[in-house]
């Protein structure tokens, strides 16, 4: 009897290209009804942590064929030869996906069970189930997971979704760190994420979410979370967050009243903020550089007339699609063409008319031909090849600028958009002329 050394971590990458070449499972369909099967299963594996395992028999034979590690453990110059083999450090319900998978070819990758099952694909070196969790992993990405998920990349080794896990992390910062799953990623991967130069949000929001992971470490130990045992267990990894760079509204309504840091911390950086001999500290005090906002122009000129173009509160709205994933920011309007004047304005994003994002708000015009940029609250995650609507409800001045010689197609840095009338728009805009010139967004 054997059992596996718990808590073994995935072979290194550069280990595997020592192993022999895996190969799909013979005869998938034959091989698909020995699955789970007690019949001519000549080993048995006890799965999971005491007190929750499961007995899975097996055949050596397939295993081997599919997994160069069951191969050496099985038929290897070091192989033993037990019949009972525990294995406490892999759920159950990933172990027997992984085991379909070997038996049968066919992949059930599932929300709840993928990442243990890319951690059994890692663990037997199985690539085409490994990538095809990752894959899903990928396309269930969002700010609420982005931050766990960046965590468990890293641990797997899968740098093509650690990519994508700081894309959404950067772009849409706020959300992935007020969500739950900031609060369960470790200690390393926290102190990169805090370290990050391009997270697009305020300081404030960094140092509230310390605070909310620091909380939820304390009780993960058994520690009340007071304000001395959040400090000593942060310890040095609060220097990484950028207090300096705060307005001191911010640092006197939040971090001041904390009671994290030190009377000596806190009085040093109120003369930070206000004396003219600044003293020194040992926090960061240059602030982020965040995000540098993309703007695609879909016209090629703009023009006034003294009968157009007017709001009295219609919709201006337009339909686009990217080939490749971005994050919607906000659009570029027009403004007057009389002068200065102020606007309200409402701005939608939907998809197949679902509303993914809307925000009201204000902007002045300076009479001038430019666009004016109008944010939405948080960047929307807008997925390749699927036609969105943006829209516009303007009410202010009714004369503006609008755009002539509209695109259907335009190339901005490495995301292609393309356009088309949307059924939405009662003001006259569509792909050719009219308002919604620029879509301001982050790749």
């Not at 805009?429 to 009219?434: A, D, K, L, R, S």
Request: contains cysteine; glycine residues 6%; negative net charge.
């Amino acid at each position: 009897m054997r059992t596996e050394q718990a808590g073994r971590q995935p072979i290194p990458p550069s280990e595997r290209g020592k192993q022999q070449q895996q190969h799909s499972s013979p005869h998938p369909q034959r091989n698909a009804l020995m699955f789970n099967n007690e019949q001519m299963a000549d080993v048995h594996f006890i799965v999971g942590p005491p007190g929750e395992t499961q007995t899975v028999p097996a055949h050596k034979y397939v295993l081997a064929v599919g997994s160069s590690v069951f191969g050496a453990m099985f038929y290897g110059d070091l192989a033993e030869g037990d019949s009972v083999i525990h294995i406490p450090d892999v759920e159950p319900a990933a172990f027997l996906i992984l085991l379909k998978y070997m038996y049968s070819d066919e992949i059930e990758v599932e929300a709840d069970t993928v990442l243990a099952t890319l951690y059994a694909a890692k663990k037997y070196i199985v690539p085409a189930l490994a990538k095809s969790c990752v894959t899903f992993l990928e396309t269930s990405l969002e700010a609420k997971n982005a931050c766990l998920l960046l965590s468990q990349s890293r641990l797997f080794e899968e740098p093509e979704l650690t990519q994508r896990c700081w894309e959404v992390i950067d772009a849409q910062a706020e959300l992935a760190l007020r969500s739950e799953g900031f609060c369960e990623i470790d200690l390393p991967t926290l102190e990169i994420i805090l370290q990050r130069e391009t997270l697009n949000t305020r300081e404030d929001v960094v140092f509230q979410a310390a605070l909310s992971w620091v909380a939820a470490e304390c009780r993960r130990r058994g520690l009340t979370p007071t304000p001395r045992n959040q400090r000593v267990v942060l310890g040095k990894t609060l220097y990484l967050v950028r207090i300096p760079s705060m307005t001191l509204q911010e640092f006197a309504d939040g971090v001041a009243q904390s009671d994290v840091l030190t009377l000596t911390e806190t009085h040093d950086i109120f003369l930070w903020f206000t004396a003219t001999n600044k003293p020194r500290l040992e926090f960061p005090v240059v602030k982020r550089t965040g995000l540098v906002p993309q703007r695609c122009h879909r016209f090629q000129s703009s023009a006034y007339r003294s009968n157009q173009w007017r709001y009295r509160g219609r919709c201006d709205s337009i339909q686009f699609a990217v080939d490749r994933r971005i994050f919607m920011a906000g659009l570029g309007l027009y403004g007057s063409s009389g002068g200065k004047a102020e606007y309200s304005v409402k701005i939608e994003l939907k998809r197949q008319g679902t509303l993914l994002a809307q925000h009201l708000t204000k902007f002045l015009s300076d009479g001038s031909s430019s666009t004016f940029p109008v944010r939405f609250e948080h960047p929307v995650q807008v997925e390749q090849d699927t036609f969105y609507t943006v829209s516009a409800v303007l009410d202010g001045n009714e004369l503006s600028y609008f755009g002539q010689e509209g695109m259907t197609e335009v190339q901005c840095g490495k995301v292609t958009f393309q356009f088309q009338c949307s059924s939405d728009s009662t003001n006259g805009t569509g792909v050719q002329g009219g308002q919604i010139p620029e879509l301001v967004f982050y790749c």
